[in-house]
């Protein structure tokens, strides 16, 4: 099993009051399986991304990933294990402004130690990429922004990938080649993938799917 989190609560305290967003949430997710996190706003599900990603830690329970818990590790501990088990395409894309296209792509492939020219041009060639690889991310639309957080996560090839409403800035058609795309990817690379959306189109395209309402397992 690639991913295993078992009665996970978080809580964040909003001046005299405690909100639990998480309320005993278990998950699971095999190498090479997709799944769709589902729910209302609110409900929990980018809460629930950035923790199994390290960008936070739990409150209580048990988050394994490819056999660590990562939610006993330091801060550079998950970081560590951002770089090279598990890839996050955030909504708001997160590219770094004073990097062209192409090295926005490679640039946490080579944090990982795990650059390939030839995968980079890959990644920049089936995801549209190819005129835009010299440009400043400010010269990019929001749908070319979001195309090339995706590559720069699958750059890495990391062994899960995990994505935050990843077409939810792109038009219906562009969406779905981008998610064809990005499928394709994610399975040549043997990675499972972990997707918080909104769209039944794109959940429908998940093996499978977990729904949250008021932070538990509906």
Not at 57 to 72: F, H, K, M, Q
Not at 111 to 139: M, S, V
Not at 140 to 147: H, I, K
Request: with cysteine; aromatic share 4%.
């Amino acid at each position: 099993m690639l991913l295993d989190a078992t009665a996970i609560h978080k809580s964040y305290t909003t001046g005299d009051n405690v909100v639990a967003v998480l309320r005993g949430v278990d998950l699971s997710l095999d190498t090479g399986e997709t799944l769709a996190l589902t729910g209302e706003s609110g409900s929990g599900k980018s809460t629930l991304l950035h923790l199994i990603g390290g960008l936070d830690v739990p409150d209580s329970g048990r988050i394994r990933l490819d056999g660590r818990d990562i939610a006993a590790l330091d801060d550079a501990g998950r970081a560590a294990v951002r770089r090279g088990t598990a890839g996050v395409i955030f909504q708001q894309f997160n590219l770094i402004p004073s990097l062209r296209v192409a090295d926005n792509i490679s640039f946490q492939a080579r944090l990982a130690g795990r650059y390939d020219a030839d995968w980079c041009d890959e990644l920049t060639e089936r995801l549209g990429l190819r005129e835009q690889r010299d440009k400043f991310p400010e010269q990019l639309s929001g749908g070319q922004q979001q195309r090339v957080a995706i590559a720069r996560t699958l750059a890495s090839r990391p062994k899960l990938v995990l994505a935050d409403e990843p077409t939810g800035n792109l038009d219906e058609a562009t969406a779905s080649a981008v998610l064809d795309v990005m499928l394709s990817l994610v399975a040549e690379a043997q990675a499972g993938l972990l997707i918080v959306t909104h769209s039944e189109h794109v959940a429908g395209r998940m093996a499978r799917r977990l729904h949250l309402a008021m932070g538990q397992v509906a």
